[in-house]
Structure formats: structure tokens, C-alpha cells
């Protein structure tokens, strides 16, 4: 799977992370899949995106442009200093997880 690198956003004045159209179609993703964010203090700069049928988010916008709009204090801590993030999709176990990374 493709690695893909994006500038992170500002939202009042919180860090913004957006990821929408043909880079989540692209690597079978769609309007409606459900998944958890995951992220912890060990985890420096590090955010996991893991589906499943049960997850507390899920991807908005409609068929042709899934929209997943990720903002709020939560990103500061986990990109604080970086200016773009890269994203690496792929498998955690058997469910599809999208992997978020802060890059200098």
C-alpha cells in the first residue's frame, strides 16, 4: 500500500487532520465504515485509526468522497511540532487500520 503525506491543518487553533476522496477509495474505504481512534503518550506522534463494526467515529461525506476530519486539542500533544503527517494504510490483526504519523 501507498504512503501518502499531508500538510496538518489548524482549526481553532487546534491541530486538524483531513483525509478525503480517492486516497480512502483508493485503499477500500468508504462513507459509513466505523472506526476507534487510538493513541497514547508512549506512542510520540503516532495516531492509529483502527476499523470495526463497533468503532465510536466513523467516516462521513457520501459514496463518491468519504470524508474523515480529525480535530481538536487531542492532535496537539500527539503532533506537536511537526507540520505534515503521513499516512501508511494497512492490517492491525484481521481488522484495517490507517496509520498516522507526524513527519519533519
Known amino acids: 500500500m501507498k504512503n501518502y503525506t499531508y500538510n496538518i491543518g489548524m482549526n481553532k487553533g487546534n491541530s486538524r487532520i483531513w483525509i478525503e476522496g480517492n486516497t480512502l477509495l483508493k485503499e477500500g474505504f468508504n462513507c459509513g465504515d466505523r472506526f476507534d481512534k487510538l493513541y497514547h503518550q508512549d506512542l510520540d506522534h503516532h ?6 463494526h463497533d468503532g465510536s467515529s466513523k467516516i462521513a461525506g457520501n459514496a463518491s ?3 474523515i476530519d480529525l480535530n481538536g486539542k487531542f492532535l496537539n500533544s500527539i503532533f506537536a511540532g511537526f507540520k505534515k503527517y503521513r499516512l501508511k494504510f494497512g ?3 484481521n481488522m484495517k ?3 498516522i504519523d507526524g513527519v519533519q
Open 47 to 52: 495516531l492509529i485509526l483502527l476499523f470495526n
Open 65 to 67: 468522497r468519504p470524508i
Open 91 to 93: 492490517l492491525q490483526g
Open 97 to 99: 487500520a490507517i496509520y
